[in-house]
């Protein structure tokens, strides 16, 4: 059971990074997916969420239209998309499972995967 951040980096400022989520060892279409970040000395924040049913989303307010998430079922993979990064982007991104039909482990967390926004 778990799952696995991937696509973080160095990148200037206004560049562009898309992170994957993959999961595996759960019913990934039983699961809210979610996107935190934490950069050091600060505390964990919500980026975006994807919610079922129907996959709703909802993003920080320091998002301002800047990054999408999404998933594809048929990989058990979620993304986000980031776009027009700033310096204060600058985080390690996890990625979060949480079970809201059946059963199964009630989330699952990541280990997550840097993104350096520096010129």
């Known amino acids: 059971v778990q799952v696995v951040e991937s696509g973080g980096g160095l990148v200037q400022p206004g560049g562009s990074l898309r992170l994957s989520c993959v999961a595996s060892?759960?019913?990934?279409?039983?699961?809210?997916m979610r996107w935190f970040r934490q950069a050091p000395g600060k505390e964990r924040e919500l980026v975006a969420e994807?919610?079922?049913?129907?996959?709703?989303?909802n993003y920080g307010k320091f998002v301002k239209g800047r990054f999408a998430i999404s998933r594809d079922n048929a990989k058990s993979t979620v993304y986000l998309q980031m776009n027009s990064l700033k310096p204060e982007d600058t985080a390690v991104y996890h990625c979060?499972?949480?079970?809201?039909?059946?059963?199964?482990?009630?989330?699952?967390w990541g280990q997550g995967t840097q993104v350096t926004v520096s010129s």
């Open positions: 060892g759960f019913i990934f279409t039983h699961y809210d």
């Open positions: 994807i919610q079922l049913p129907g996959d709703s989303t």
């Open positions: 979060d499972a949480q079970r809201v039909y059946g059963m199964g482990p009630p989330g699952v």
